[in-house]
């Protein structure tokens, strides 16, 4: 659900008094059940709306309902807006959470700001759900339930159990003493210890969680980024990587070094061309980066590569040599 919405939600019942549930729906461009849901969900948040029955009837909020909140400039208010948009909070499982501190944000503006800041939100769009190319961006579902029990143990400085759920493995449970939580491009990651050892869990990996009564094994203190850059970088170096020499247009260098784990060296040649060794996660990341280059890059080393990318060549130009 939508933090933009719910507000605009309110914002309609402030300002008409009362509406009925088509009414809502027809302004807020979404179905008379997402109304319905909304209308939950505020509830839940505290905000006084409720329902009158009859021919007349509709939903309204309790007169005289106010937040107090002050202080906020039109760019701070605006900038609260547009976090309420995006989608890292839904990962850690604060979503109706977010939705609800934005409303309250926005209904303690004054009317000309709260007005003027609605209106700006809606000209900014953070995150949408498919990029220029039509794909879809896919965000990770984890259960509020599960995600609740470890934001608990991360806050309390519990130990957590978790039933974890590893690629091409069976689930098994673990106790773990967690650190903190990370999102990144909406994915969202336990880092915790076990038996002393650094571990970074994916969420939507955690079929279930348990929260322990007994304290966790983990400092004071904790540098979030430092910690994730620390592991970010074990994962790179670690596993099958191959090194690739490439020589490439350098127009197209970003996309190569956008995909690749590390540039090792870069020098230009004389017409020009890059000539640089990046590594890669494996010998299917590296064939499936160079391939998407087409002949603006050629692998020079290693020969497998070559050769492999020559065989897929030769496959597709024998697909399409004769006419269906």
Do not use: N
Request: proline letters at 4%; charged letters at 30%.
């Amino acid at each position: 659900m939508r933090a933009d919405r719910l507000v605009s939600l309110v914002l309609l019942l402030r300002r008409h008094g009362r509406l009925s549930a088509t009414a809502l729906a027809r302004e807020l461009e979404v179905s008379t059940r997402t109304v319905l849901r909304d209308i939950d969900a505020l509830s839940a948040a505290g905000v006084p709306v409720y329902a009158e029955r009859g021919r007349h009837g509709g939903f309204a909020l309790l007169p005289g309902f106010r937040t107090e909140l002050t202080g906020l400039s039109h760019d701070e208010a605006l900038a609260l807006l547009i976090a309420g948009s995006r989608r890292g909070a839904q990962a850690f499982g604060l979503g109706s959470a977010l939705a609800s501190a934005v409303l309250k944000v926005v209904d303690a503006l004054p009317e000309k700001d709260r007005t003027t800041a609605a209106d700006a939100a809606r000209r900014l769009l953070v995150d949408p759900g498919t990029d220029l190319l039509a794909r879809r961006l896919e965000t990770e579902e984890v259960p509020d339930t599960v995600v609740s029990e470890i934001r608990r143990a991360v806050f309390a400085g519990h130990r957590l159990r978790i039933h974890y759920a590893a690629a091409d493995r069976e689930p098994t449970w673990r106790t773990v003493d967690p650190i903190g939580l990370v999102t990144v491009r909406d994915q969202g990651y336990l880092l915790a210890t076990r038996s002393g050892a650094d571990r970074t869990y994916r969420l939507s990996r955690i079929l279930a969680a348990e929260e322990l009564d007994e304290p966790a094994r983990r400092p004071d203190r904790v540098d979030l980024d430092r910690a994730w850059q620390e592991r970010s970088t074990r994962f790179r170096t670690g596993g099958d990587q191959v090194a690739v020499l490439v020589r490439m247009d350098p127009a197209r260098r970003e996309e190569l070094v956008g995909t690749a784990l590390a540039v090792l060296s870069e020098e230009a040649d004389a017409d020009g061309r890059l000539r640089l060794e990046v590594a890669f996660q494996d010998a299917r990341h590296a064939e499936w980066a160079l391939w998407q280059l087409a002949t603006d890059a050629e692998a020079l080393a290693p020969q497998w590569l070559r050769t492999s990318l020559r065989d897929r060549a030769a496959a597709i130009a024998a697909c399409y040599g004769e006419s269906p």
